[in-house]
């Protein structure tokens, strides 16, 4: 794990400041894309088929709420 850390830091300290940036914002969506996925991924394998909707349904509860 510190050889992997050693590299990173000299990969990181080789980078433009501008390719920092650029290399920190798809860091940032990859990492928000996997929370969201298994946040997804948990929440399918807790539902149950009688949880879902159907379009109509879920239009009519909506015009009540």
Known sequence: MNLLRIRMHHL??????EDLQTAWELVQAV?????????????????QPWDILTHDEAIRLLMFL
């Open 31 to 47: 990492h928000f894309d996997s929370y969201m996925l298994k946040s997804m991924e948990q929440v399918k394998s807790l539902q």
């Open 12 to 17: 990181i300290e080789q980078l433009a400041n």
